[in-house]
C-alpha cells in the first residue's frame, strides 16, 4: 500500500508556472505507475499526465501536451508535474494517483478504485 501527499499549489496568474509533487510512503514506489488528474468544479475528474516506472515513458492528455511535464525520482519516493504556460482552464483541485498495474499509457483508462490517491492540492489560475 502507498500513502500519497501532494504540495506545490497555489495562485498564479495565466502564462506562469508552477511545479506541484506528490510525496509517497509506504513501500514499493519504484513498483507503481504515478500519474496527476484534475478536478475543476462542476467537472468530472480528469487525466493529466502518467509516467512509467523508471520515468523513460510519459503519457499526457491533449490539453497539457507541451505545457506540463510529468517526472519521478524513485530515490526521493516523489513525483513532480511542471506547469507552463498556465491558463484559466487549468484551475483545479489536482490529485497525484498510484497505480501497481498497467502503463502509463494504459493509466487514463483505469477504474479510480483501482488506484491510490492523495487528497489533492488546488491550482488557481487568474487572468
Known amino acids: 500500500q502507498v500513502q500519497l501527499v501532494e504540495s506545490g499549489g497555489g495562485l498564479v496568474q495565466a502564462g506562469g508556472s508552477l511545479r506541484l509533487s506528490c510525496a509517497a510512503s509506504?513501500?514499493?514506489?519504484?513498483?507503481?505507475?504515478m500519474g496527476w488528474f484534475r478536478q475543476a468544479p462542476g467537472k468530472e475528474r480528469e487525466f493529466v499526465a502518467a509516467?512509467?516506472?523508471?520515468?523513460?515513458?510519459?503519457n499526457y492528455a491533449d490539453s497539457t501536451k507541451g505545457r506540463f511535464t510529468i517526472s519521478r525520482d524513485n530515490a526521493k519516493n516523489t513525483v513532480y508535474l511542471q506547469m507552463n504556460s498556465l491558463k484559466p482552464e487549468d484551475t483545479a483541485v489536482y490529485f497525484c494517483?498510484?497505480?501497481?498495474?498497467?502503463?502509463?499509457?494504459?493509466?487514463?483508462?483505469?477504474?479510480?478504485?483501482?488506484?491510490?490517491w492523495g487528497q489533492g492540492t488546488q491550482v488557481t489560475v487568474s487572468s
Open positions: 509506504g513501500r514499493g514506489f519504484s513498483m507503481y505507475i
Open positions: 494517483a498510484a497505480n501497481f498495474f498497467g502503463t502509463a499509457q494504459t493509466m487514463p483508462g483505469m477504474r479510480a478504485n483501482d488506484n491510490y
Open positions: 509516467i512509467s516506472l523508471s520515468g523513460s515513458s510519459t
